[in-house]
């Protein structure tokens, strides 16, 4: 409780910032948009992951003062010291069914002059199954205002893959655990195959996540994998930095 206390309070007291992480382009080798990560530093408790306070933030409407933040200073800092590549943000379930999501972003975008096509959000499996017709709206909506839409942590949930391929996506990250696998295990390899083949057969651009070796990474490459995002390629780091 005290925890949620002080979580209320750090976008004011200045103790939010973001971590980006590079995500390359497998065809040209280029860094085309960073992803980018909420870090918290508390002042008793040091550094804080959105592991331990993105659950907590999402049982109430801390969630949607931290992620308007969130935005707010990722569209700011991206426009202002790297507006040529691409941001892509996260968005959990609750912000996805804030009514004001959609003016949310339109604000946020505007006020940081960051043209809407530069912002993809990543949005869950779990999340966009919630309510799927309610997601479907609202993803259409964001559509409308040029903003990308990608689906992150591909293959950990449950969802119908039909009704997935429903909505209006850009994006298809595959999540870290099939990367992991590759070249190792003959199940894992043939799971991305399938996923990328399935993925360019609705026009989706395929992003492998968490990629920590370079043999991944030509693996990745001799698939058609369009981008990748891991360690190997580069941390989150602050954007000065990368
Ligand atoms: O950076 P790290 O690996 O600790 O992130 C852990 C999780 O927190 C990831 O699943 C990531 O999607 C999520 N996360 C990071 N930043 C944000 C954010 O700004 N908003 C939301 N909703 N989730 C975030
Ligand atoms: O759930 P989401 O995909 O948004 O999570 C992104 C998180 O994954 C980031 O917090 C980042 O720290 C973490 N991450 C990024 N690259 C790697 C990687 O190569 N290996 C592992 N284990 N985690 C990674
Ligand atoms: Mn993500
Ligand atoms: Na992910």
């Known amino acids: 409780l005290q925890l949620e206390q002080d979580l209320r309070m750090a976008p004011l007291n200045d103790e939010l910032w973001l971590a980006y ?21 508390h002042p008793r408790y040091g550094l804080i992951f959105p592991g331990e306070f993105i659950t907590l933030a999402e049982e109430s409407d801390l969630i949607n003062i931290v992620g308007a933040h969130m935005l707010h200073t990722a569209a700011r800092e991206i426009a202002e010291q790297a507006p040529d590549l691409q941001l892509t943000v996260n968005l959990s379930a609750r912000e996805l069914d804030d009514p004001w ?27 966009l199954m919630r309510d799927p017709a309610l997601a479907a709206r609202t993803l259409s909506s964001l559509r409308d205002l040029g903003v990308r839409l990608a689906i992150d942590d591909f293959g950990t949930g449950h969802s119908s893959l039909a009704q997935l391929l429903t909505l209006p996506l850009d994006t298809l990250k595959i999540d870290r655990s099939f990367t992991a696998g590759l ?30 070796q370079p043999e991944q990474l030509e693996i990745l490459r001799a698939l058609g994998c369009d981008q990748a995002q891991g360690y190997h390629l580069g941390r989150p780091a602050p954007l000065a930095e990368l």
């Open 183 to 212: 070249g190792r295990s003959d199940e894992a390899t043939a799971i991305v195959t399938s996923i990328i083949a399935m993925a360019h057969a609705v026009d989706l651009t395929v992003i492998a996540e968490g990629v920590e």
């Open 101 to 127: 999501l959609v003016s949310a972003i339109r604000n946020a975008t505007y006020k940081a002059g960051l043209t809407p096509g530069s912002l993809c959000l990543e949005i869950t499996e779990s999340a």
């Open 21 to 41: 992480q590079p995500i390359v382009d497998l065809r040209t080798d280029r860094r085309t948009a960073v992803e980018g990560l909420l870090r918290w530093t």
